[in-house]
């Protein structure tokens, strides 16, 4: 409990006047916002393991941000349309283990691929590498990146100051697969989860290796374990975990108004379904959101905080499953520039664009993924994948050609912003040692994406590092 309650006591009257009705009082020991994988994560070790009182705040009506899976209703079949695997890095097969969330492995559908320029509908006679020399081409990119591994993995506290950065990692990767002969990796590269950066080609090469890293490498060379949970529904561990955090989880809530300082942090948090205002006294802050400028808005950031981080930029990336008689069962729709014929492996669409629509099972259920740049919102990327709909009907490369169908969304889930990434000037300006100077600084430390890297299991590694300094001083 908190000796200084003032301004505890200006948050209760500045509520009261808002709000109507009863307003909810926490005291805790760390509140953490954001219940993805980082949060989710820190909210469970924290509470059970560490014996400090929590509360998770969320926006959503459900853990685990980008997870998304889709149960069918007709058939009860579950579709993963975010998260496809988790790779086993730390401690992760013991944290499934500790929910009793039996594991398995990934299977996918063996699909027709089509090569479409989505802009006009033009087939684009785009031929792959031969698989083997995919894989190949892999080995030789992992042998490359993977003693500059433990630069940026689970974090970046081993990030070189300027002048002592390796020159590699600030040039284009589309000059990094040319250097090192690596240009037939990139299909497998782009199409795993090196797209949500948008064209791949022109980013720096340290953000590439942030998207696809050495350890998704090894995981696809099988030199690393992955699993999903058994029942082939990824969503498993995170509504397994919001049973078990009870009311410790804040869900459809948001927070509107803080005071962070180095006694502790006051948050005003208001539930979007009831309009219930909940304020919130504690000793620690845990960040586990991107931090945008909308989504640091509440947090009262100083000079330097907001100067830092607002270096950062984002792509917008959105994922959803499409019903529509239209694609063809075991077709993926995938969307290429002209350019990239024959064998152009470098050539790759600028964003905004959708990545490809692939099929997923069911009644004509379609996957599909938009990356977008600052200015896509949600409501945007459904039109430019309506937009891409309309092209391929009208040019004929779909099993229906009537113009003015409406594209049947079954769900969609927004994951952007994400990749956060920085110029090659502020990179060499120690944008990383400035990055995490913030740790700690009025009560407050920062987990997900832009401090670590955006896989799961990662980020739980990240979080481990960080709850001894977050425990620092709590009895």
């Given at each position: 409990m908190f000796a200084q309650v003032t301004p505890l006591l200006g948050l209760v009257a500045a509520a009261s006047l808002a709000v109507a009705g009863p307003i909810n009082i926490l005291f805790k020991d760390v509140v953490i916002v954001g219940g993805g994988a980082s949060g989710a994560y820190a909210a469970v070790r924290l509470r059970d393991d560490f014996h400090k009182s929590i509360a998770l705040i969320e926006q959503q009506s459900m853990l685990g941000g980008m997870v998304n899976t889709y149960v069918d209703p007709k058939t009860g079949i579950p579709y993963d349309y975010g998260v496809k695997?988790?790779?086993?890095?730390?401690?992760?097969?013991?944290?499934?283990?500790?929910?009793?969330?039996?594991?398995?492995?990934?299977?996918?559908?063996?699909?027709?691929?089509?090569?479409?320029?989505?802009?006009?509908?033009?087939?684009?006679?785009?031929?792959?590498?031969?698989?083997?020399?995919?894989?190949?081409?892999?080995?030789?990119?992992?042998?490359?990146?993977?003693?500059?591994?433990?630069?940026?993995?689970?974090?970046?506290?081993n990030f070189p100051p300027p002048g002592a950065i390796p020159e590699d990692l600030l040039i284009p990767f589309g000059d990094f697969a040319t250097k090192h002969g690596i240009e037939k990796a990139v299909p497998l590269i782009y199409q795993t989860t090196g797209f949500g950066l948008g064209n791949m080609s022109k980013e720096t090469t340290l953000f590439v290796l942030q998207a696809f890293g050495a350890s998704m490498a090894r995981s696809m060379l099988g030199k690393q374990a992955s699993f999903v949970p058994a029942s082939g529904r990824n969503q498993d561990l995170y509504d397994a975990i919001g049973k078990h955090l009870g009311k410790d989880v804040l869900y459809s809530s948001?927070?509107?108004?803080?005071?962070?300082?180095?006694?502790?942090?006051?948050?005003?948090?208001?539930?979007?379904?009831?309009?219930?205002?909940?304020?919130?006294?504690?000793?620690?802050?845990?960040?586990?959101?991107?931090?945008?400028?909308?989504?640091?808005?509440?947090?009262?950031?100083?000079?330097?905080?907001?100067?830092?981080?607002?270096?950062?930029?984002?792509?917008?990336?959105?994922?959803?499953?499409?019903?529509?008689?239209?694609?063809?069962?075991?077709?993926?729709?995938?969307?290429?520039?002209?350019?990239?014929?024959?064998?152009?492996?470098?050539?790759?669409?600028?964003?905004?664009?959708?990545?490809?629509?692939?099929?997923?099972?069911?009644?004509?259920?379609?996957?599909?993924?938009?990356?977008?740049?600052?200015?896509?919102?949600?409501?945007?990327?459904?039109?430019?994948?309506?937009?891409?709909?309309?092209?391929?009907?009208?040019?004929?490369?779909?099993?229906?050609?009537?113009?003015?169908?409406?594209?049947?969304?079954?769900?969609?889930a927004t994951h952007g912003p994400m990749h956060a990434r920085v110029s090659v000037a502020e990179l060499q300006d120690g944008f990383y040692q400035k990055l995490y100077a913030l740790q700690g600084g009025r009560s407050t430390w920062w987990t997900g994406g832009a401090f670590s890297v955006n896989f799961q299991t990662t980020l739980w590694e990240y979080d481990e590092l960080l709850f001894p300094e977050i425990l620092k001083g709590l009895f």
């Open positions: 695997s988790f790779i086993d890095t730390g401690n992760a097969t013991g944290f499934f283990e500790r929910f009793n969330i039996p594991m398995g492995k990934l299977s996918s559908k063996r699909l027709t691929t089509e090569y479409i320029n989505f802009q006009n509908g033009n087939v684009v006679d785009f031929t792959p590498p031969p698989f083997a020399d995919q894989l190949t081409a892999l080995a030789k990119f992992l042998e490359v990146v993977e003693p500059w591994e433990h630069l940026m993995q689970p974090g970046y506290y948001t927070v509107i108004d803080s005071k962070r300082t180095k006694f502790g942090v006051f948050l005003t948090v208001q539930n979007s379904q009831t309009g219930q205002i909940t304020l919130i006294t504690a000793r620690r802050l845990l960040l586990a959101i991107e931090p945008t400028a909308a989504n640091m808005a509440p947090f009262d950031l100083n000079r330097n905080e907001r100067t830092v981080l607002s270096k950062f930029t984002y792509t917008n990336e959105y994922a959803g499953i499409v019903n529509n008689a239209a694609f063809a069962a075991n077709h993926s729709y995938y969307n290429l520039p002209e350019s990239a014929a024959p064998s152009n492996y470098l050539a790759l669409p600028d964003a905004s664009f959708t990545c490809r629509i692939d099929y997923l099972g069911g009644d004509h259920l379609f996957r599909l993924t938009i990356v977008g740049d600052n200015e896509l919102d949600s409501a945007g990327a459904k039109r430019l994948v309506q937009k891409n709909f309309d092209t391929l009907l009208q040019a004929g490369r779909l099993l229906e050609s009537e113009s003015g169908q409406q594209l049947n969304f079954v769900d969609f």
